[in-house]
């Protein structure tokens, strides 16, 4: 289970998660909500993840992606909000990643 903090009144503010275990996995801003401007993810040793650039809800730009190792990591390719993202397990990383389109800044889940 992944703890969120978050500060601000109606979900407007930073957002900090953490894996279960307490090290830090992220951080956001959102507003409304919806997440905005630069989301930074990190692998569980610390080491950065991927950096997402969002604006009202919608994801439009992959900024950066590293393996465990800081290594350039496939995560999709993104432009203006459309194409697709890949998602990878930081916690497991025996499980496969999970491709997903990406239509004007929609992620659609898989159902």
């Given at each position: 289970?992944n703890?969120t903090v978050f500060?601000g009144?109606?979900?407007?503010?930073?957002?900090?998660?953490?894996?279960?275990?307490g090290?830090?996995m992220?951080?956001g801003?959102?507003?409304?909500?919806?997440?905005?401007?630069?989301?930074k993810w990190?692998?569980k040793?610390?080491?950065?993840?991927?950096?997402?650039?969002?604006?009202?809800g919608?994801v439009l730009?992959?900024k950066?992606c590293?393996?465990?190792?800081g290594?350039s990591?496939?995560c999709?390719k993104?432009?203006?909000?459309?194409?697709?993202?890949?998602f990878?397990d930081v916690?497991d990383y025996?499980?496969?990643?999970?491709?997903?389109?990406v239509?004007?800044g929609?992620?659609?889940?898989?159902?």
């Amino acid at each position: 289970m992944n703890r969120t903090v978050f500060g601000g009144a109606y979900n407007t503010g930073t957002w900090y998660y953490y894996y279960s275990d307490g090290n830090f996995m992220g951080q956001g801003e959102q507003r409304g909500g919806k997440p905005t401007g630069l989301w930074k993810w990190y692998h569980k040793n610390g080491q950065p993840y991927t950096e997402r650039l969002y604006e009202n809800g919608k994801v439009l730009e992959i900024k950066s992606c590293f393996d465990k190792g800081g290594k350039s990591l496939d995560c999709g390719k993104l432009e203006n909000g459309n194409g697709y993202i890949i998602f990878h397990d930081v916690e497991d990383y025996k499980n496969p990643p999970n491709k997903l389109e990406v239509k004007d800044g929609d992620i659609k889940w898989n159902e």
